[in-house]
T-cell receptor, first 116, second 116 residues
Framework: GAVVSQHPSRVICKSGTSVKIECRSLDFQATTMFWYRQFPKQSLMLMATSNEGSKATYEQGVEKDKFLINHASLTLSTLTVTSAHPEDSSFYIC????????????FGPGTRLTVT | AQSVAQPEDQVNVAEGNPLTVKCTYSVSGNPYLFWYVQYPNRGLQFLLKYITGDNLVKGSYGFEAEFNKSQTSFHLKKPSALVSDSALYFCAVRDRGNTNAGKSTFGDGTTLTVKP
């Protein structure tokens, strides 16, 4: 099956700094990537949908200036958490899909962000 | 609009017994339906999907699900549970008319615990 990687798997940063998370599709070209946030024992919260070469579409309530998403190529999308605060601490998961491909999404292993 | 409900936060079952994890959905058109599984501190893994055809679909690890259009349900089942099946399970739906590649709506998840 299709493989999606995320880096880093775990990051600790200080309040006020920015953190970049990378999501890569390793064996397919992802026309669409999704970024989710997951709180402990809770569901996935879709943050944004990004299509290669165009601006991301953010879900209601997600600050686009705080969570910068770039999908510069068909195999790479990045999420940058700017000026991170402790309330941004969470598990961030990306997933990928492609037009004319299988209908399901393929998920990365997730990134645990802790802001101190 | 599309939505999905998983009415049970938690399902407990003894090893060797059959298990069912419930899911109901709502879409304006016809649905694509999915089940994903998440192990602790990991991303989601695709289990199975209903796209068209036979209402009973079989997936990974011995799981199956039945699409019931009249009841708008897509319950996940397994004839004999294993302790290793203990995980968080997500049902997802996508309206066939949704042109966003892969974009689905996820339920809140059901924690399955299989006891020896």
């Amino acid at each position: 099956g299709a493989v999606v990687s995320q880096h880093p798997s775990r990051v600790i940063c200080k309040s006020g700094t920015s953190v970049k998370i990378e999501c890569r599709s390793l064996d397919f070209q992802a026309t669409t990537m999704f970024w989710y946030r997951q709180f402990p024992k809770q569901s996935l919260m879709l943050m944004a949908t990004s299509n290669e070469g165009s601006k991301a579409t953010y879900e209601q309530g997600v600050e686009k200036d705080k969570f910068l998403i770039n999908h510069a190529s068909l195999t790479l999308s990045t999420l940058t958490v700017t000026s991170a605060h402790p309330e941004d601490s969470s598990f961030y998961i990306c997933s990928a899909a492609w037009l004319a491909g299988p209908y399901e999404q393929y998920f990365g292993p997730g990134t645990r962000l802790t802001v101190t | 609009a599309q939505s999905v409900a998983q009415p049970e936060d938690q399902v407990n079952v003894a090893e060797g017994n059959p298990l069912t994890v419930k899911c109901t959905y709502s879409v304006s058109g016809n649905p694509y339906l999915f089940w994903y599984v998440q192990y602790p501190n990991r991303g989601l893994q695709f289990l199975l999907k209903y796209i068209t055809g036979d209402n009973l679909v079989k997936g990974s690890y011995g799981f199956e699900a039945e699409f019931n259009k009249s009841q708008t349900s897509f319950h996940l089942k397994k004839p004999s549970a294993l302790v290793s099946d203990s995980a968080l399970y997500f049902c997802a739906v996508r309206d066939r008319g949704n042109t966003n590649a892969g974009k689905s709506t996820f339920g809140d998840g059901t924690t399955l615990t299989v006891k020896p």
